[in-house]
Protein backbone atom coordinates (compact mmCIF):
# COMPACT_ATOMS: atom_id res chain seq x y z
CA UNK A 1 0.00 0.00 0.00
CA UNK A 2 1.14 3.53 -0.45
CA UNK A 3 1.96 5.99 2.18
CA UNK A 4 -0.27 8.69 2.33
CA UNK A 5 2.01 11.82 3.75
CA UNK A 6 -0.09 14.42 6.46
CA UNK A 7 1.33 17.21 7.36
CA UNK A 8 0.71 18.48 10.59
CA UNK A 9 0.41 22.19 11.03
CA UNK A 10 -0.21 23.94 14.99
CA UNK A 11 -1.49 27.68 15.10
CA UNK A 12 0.56 27.87 18.47
CA UNK A 13 4.77 28.95 18.92
CA UNK A 14 4.07 28.17 22.68
CA UNK A 15 6.46 25.85 24.26
CA UNK A 16 4.38 23.33 25.99
CA UNK A 17 1.53 24.31 23.60
CA UNK A 18 -1.52 21.53 23.94
CA UNK A 19 -2.04 22.40 20.28
CA UNK A 20 1.49 21.47 19.50
CA UNK A 21 1.28 18.46 22.18
CA UNK A 22 -2.10 16.87 19.99
CA UNK A 23 -0.22 17.22 16.56
CA UNK A 24 3.44 15.85 17.88
CA UNK A 25 1.42 12.78 19.75
CA UNK A 26 -0.51 11.86 16.22
CA UNK A 27 3.39 12.17 14.32
CA UNK A 28 4.42 9.84 17.17
CA UNK A 29 1.73 7.53 16.35
CA UNK A 30 2.11 4.31 13.84
CA UNK A 31 -0.71 3.60 11.45
CA UNK A 32 -0.24 1.41 8.72
CA UNK A 33 0.05 3.25 5.30
CA UNK A 34 0.44 6.92 7.15
CA UNK A 35 3.19 9.41 8.12
CA UNK A 36 2.48 12.47 9.93
CA UNK A 37 5.03 14.83 10.06
CA UNK A 38 4.89 18.49 11.90
CA UNK A 39 5.63 21.30 10.31
CA UNK A 40 7.98 23.45 12.35
CA UNK A 41 8.53 26.59 10.31
CA UNK A 42 5.44 29.03 11.54
CA UNK A 43 7.63 31.51 13.25
CA UNK A 44 10.17 31.88 10.32
CA UNK A 45 7.55 33.07 7.64
CA UNK A 46 7.73 36.47 7.09
CA UNK A 47 4.49 38.87 7.23
CA UNK A 48 2.55 38.42 4.51
CA UNK A 49 2.52 41.20 1.77
CA UNK A 50 1.09 40.35 -1.67
CA UNK A 51 4.04 42.41 -3.24
CA UNK A 52 6.46 39.45 -1.67
CA UNK A 53 4.05 36.87 -3.37
CA UNK A 54 6.46 36.21 -6.12
CA UNK A 55 9.91 34.86 -7.55
CA UNK A 56 12.06 35.05 -5.42
CA UNK A 57 9.88 33.87 -2.83
CA UNK A 58 11.11 33.92 0.93
CA UNK A 59 12.88 31.14 1.58
CA UNK A 60 10.23 29.54 4.47
CA UNK A 61 7.58 30.19 2.08
CA UNK A 62 9.51 28.30 -0.43
CA UNK A 63 9.79 25.95 2.48
CA UNK A 64 6.31 26.31 3.89
CA UNK A 65 4.39 25.65 -0.20
CA UNK A 66 7.03 22.87 -0.64
CA UNK A 67 5.94 20.89 2.40
CA UNK A 68 2.38 21.57 1.05
CA UNK A 69 2.62 19.91 -2.35
CA UNK A 70 4.47 17.24 -1.02
CA UNK A 71 1.70 16.41 1.26
CA UNK A 72 -1.86 14.57 0.64
CA UNK A 73 -3.46 16.07 3.68
CA UNK A 74 -2.70 18.83 6.11
CA UNK A 75 -4.24 18.22 10.02
CA UNK A 76 -4.26 21.94 11.97
CA UNK A 77 -4.35 22.24 15.46
CA UNK A 78 -4.89 25.72 17.00
CA UNK A 79 -5.87 28.11 19.54
CA UNK A 80 -7.93 30.74 19.65
CA UNK A 81 -6.61 33.85 21.09
CA UNK A 82 -8.86 37.39 22.19
CA UNK A 83 -11.63 35.53 20.06
CA UNK A 84 -9.79 34.97 16.55
CA UNK A 85 -7.02 32.58 15.14
CA UNK A 86 -3.63 34.05 16.24
CA UNK A 87 -1.53 36.64 14.06
CA UNK A 88 1.15 34.14 13.06
CA UNK A 89 -0.89 31.67 12.13
CA UNK A 90 -3.38 33.56 10.29
CA UNK A 91 0.04 35.06 8.29
CA UNK A 92 0.72 31.17 7.38
CA UNK A 93 -2.84 30.96 6.29
CA UNK A 94 -2.58 33.92 3.98
CA UNK A 95 0.74 32.59 2.65
CA UNK A 96 -0.97 29.52 1.45
CA UNK A 97 -3.76 32.03 -0.99
CA UNK A 98 -1.00 32.13 -3.38
CA UNK A 99 -0.58 28.40 -2.99
CA UNK A 100 -0.06 25.12 -1.65
CA UNK A 101 -3.33 24.34 -0.60
CA UNK A 102 -6.33 24.62 -2.83
CA UNK A 103 -7.89 21.37 -3.31
CA UNK A 104 -5.86 20.01 -0.40
CA UNK A 105 -7.67 17.46 2.07
CA UNK A 106 -7.92 19.12 5.09
CA UNK A 107 -9.20 18.82 8.90
CA UNK A 108 -8.44 19.91 12.68
CA UNK A 109 -8.52 18.90 15.73
CA UNK A 110 -9.48 21.76 18.58
CA UNK A 111 -8.24 21.19 21.64
CA UNK A 112 -9.62 24.03 23.62
CA UNK A 113 -10.43 22.68 27.38
CA UNK A 114 -12.00 26.19 27.90
CA UNK A 115 -13.99 28.70 26.31
CA UNK A 116 -14.18 26.45 23.64
CA UNK A 117 -12.13 28.22 20.97
CA UNK A 118 -15.62 28.57 18.82
CA UNK A 119 -14.82 32.02 16.92
CA UNK A 120 -11.35 30.34 15.61
CA UNK A 121 -12.85 27.40 14.35
CA UNK A 122 -15.43 29.48 12.81
CA UNK A 123 -13.23 31.88 11.53
CA UNK A 124 -10.69 28.65 10.22
CA UNK A 125 -13.23 27.50 8.58
CA UNK A 126 -14.18 30.67 6.90
CA UNK A 127 -10.53 30.64 5.58
CA UNK A 128 -9.92 26.99 4.48
CA UNK A 129 -13.25 27.60 2.24
CA UNK A 130 -12.11 30.71 0.79
CA UNK A 131 -8.87 28.98 0.12
CA UNK A 132 -10.56 26.13 -2.30
CA UNK A 133 -9.80 23.58 0.58
CA UNK A 134 -11.51 19.93 0.72
CA UNK A 135 -12.42 20.37 4.12
CA UNK A 136 -13.17 16.94 5.61
CA UNK A 137 -15.71 17.08 8.14
CA UNK A 138 -15.50 13.68 9.14
CA UNK A 139 -12.11 13.63 10.15
CA UNK A 140 -12.80 17.35 12.43
CA UNK A 141 -12.74 16.85 15.78
CA UNK A 142 -13.45 18.44 19.05
CA UNK A 143 -10.68 16.51 22.01
CA UNK A 144 -10.03 18.68 24.93
CA UNK A 145 -6.15 18.60 25.75
CA UNK A 146 -5.54 20.09 29.38
CA UNK A 147 -1.82 20.98 30.12
CA UNK A 148 -1.16 18.78 32.82
CA UNK A 149 -1.78 15.71 30.08
CA UNK A 150 1.32 17.15 28.06
CA UNK A 151 4.49 15.37 29.17
CA UNK A 152 7.86 16.36 29.12
CA UNK A 153 8.43 14.94 26.32
CA UNK A 154 6.03 17.23 24.77
CA UNK A 155 3.64 14.20 24.13
CA UNK A 156 0.44 13.21 25.46
CA UNK A 157 -0.19 9.85 27.23
CA UNK A 158 -3.80 9.42 27.82
CA UNK A 159 -4.57 6.08 26.05
CA UNK A 160 -8.24 7.75 24.88
CA UNK A 161 -6.92 10.91 23.26
CA UNK A 162 -4.08 9.09 21.63
CA UNK A 163 -7.21 6.63 19.97
CA UNK A 164 -9.20 9.85 19.45
CA UNK A 165 -6.22 11.23 17.82
CA UNK A 166 -5.55 7.70 15.41
CA UNK A 167 -9.26 8.42 14.54
CA UNK A 168 -8.69 11.91 13.11
CA UNK A 169 -5.66 10.46 11.18
CA UNK A 170 -7.66 7.35 9.80
CA UNK A 171 -10.84 9.22 8.73
CA UNK A 172 -8.41 11.56 6.56
CA UNK A 173 -6.24 9.48 5.26
CA UNK A 174 -9.69 6.83 4.52
CA UNK A 175 -10.84 10.09 2.38
CA UNK A 176 -7.75 11.05 0.39
CA UNK A 177 -7.88 7.35 -0.51
CA UNK A 178 -11.46 7.44 -1.16
CA UNK A 179 -11.49 10.45 -3.52
CA UNK A 180 -8.48 8.69 -5.24
CA UNK A 181 -10.26 6.08 -6.31
CA UNK A 182 -13.40 7.76 -7.47
CA UNK A 183 -11.05 10.57 -9.10
CA UNK A 184 -8.37 8.91 -10.17
CA UNK A 185 -6.05 11.82 -9.05
CA UNK A 186 -3.75 11.17 -6.26
CA UNK A 187 -0.50 12.86 -5.12
CA UNK A 188 0.55 9.43 -5.06
CA UNK A 189 0.19 9.51 -8.79
CA UNK A 190 2.32 12.20 -8.87
CA UNK A 191 5.48 10.99 -7.39
CA UNK A 192 4.84 13.06 -4.24
CA UNK A 193 4.78 10.25 -1.98
CA UNK A 194 8.57 9.26 -2.70
CA UNK A 195 9.74 12.78 -2.14
CA UNK A 196 12.32 12.55 1.25
CA UNK A 197 13.59 16.30 0.98
CA UNK A 198 10.49 18.06 2.30
C1 LIG B 1 -3.63 36.03 24.83
C2 LIG B 1 -4.58 34.89 24.96
C3 LIG B 1 -5.91 35.05 24.58
C4 LIG B 1 -6.81 33.99 24.65
N1 LIG B 1 -8.10 34.17 24.22
C5 LIG B 1 -8.94 33.10 24.17
C6 LIG B 1 -10.25 33.24 23.61
O1 LIG B 1 -10.65 34.28 23.16
N2 LIG B 1 -11.02 32.13 23.54
C7 LIG B 1 -10.61 30.92 24.03
O2 LIG B 1 -11.37 29.94 23.89
N3 LIG B 1 -9.39 30.77 24.58
C8 LIG B 1 -8.55 31.82 24.67
N4 LIG B 1 -7.29 31.69 25.20
C9 LIG B 1 -6.91 30.39 25.75
C10 LIG B 1 -6.03 29.63 24.79
O3 LIG B 1 -6.71 29.40 23.58
C11 LIG B 1 -5.64 28.32 25.45
O4 LIG B 1 -4.80 28.64 26.55
C12 LIG B 1 -4.93 27.37 24.52
O5 LIG B 1 -4.77 26.17 25.19
C13 LIG B 1 -3.58 27.86 24.09
O6 LIG B 1 -3.08 26.94 23.17
P1 LIG B 1 -1.64 26.28 23.33
O7 LIG B 1 -1.67 25.48 24.61
O8 LIG B 1 -1.52 25.41 22.14
O9 LIG B 1 -0.64 27.37 23.35
C14 LIG B 1 -6.38 32.74 25.16
C15 LIG B 1 -5.04 32.59 25.57
C16 LIG B 1 -4.15 33.65 25.46
C17 LIG B 1 -2.70 33.43 25.86
Redesign the pocket.
Known sequence: MNRLHILLI?G?L?SG????AALLTAASLTLDGVSARMYQGMGNLPHFNPDDDAEPLHPAVGDLRARLDASDAVLFCV?????ALPGSFKNLLDWTVGGGTYGKPVAWIN??A????I?AHESLRRVLERTGTDIVDTACAHIPVR?QMVGADGLIDNAAIRERIAGVLLALSDHVRERAQTTNETSLDMGYAERTDV
Open positions: SSRSTNSPEYAGTSGLGADP
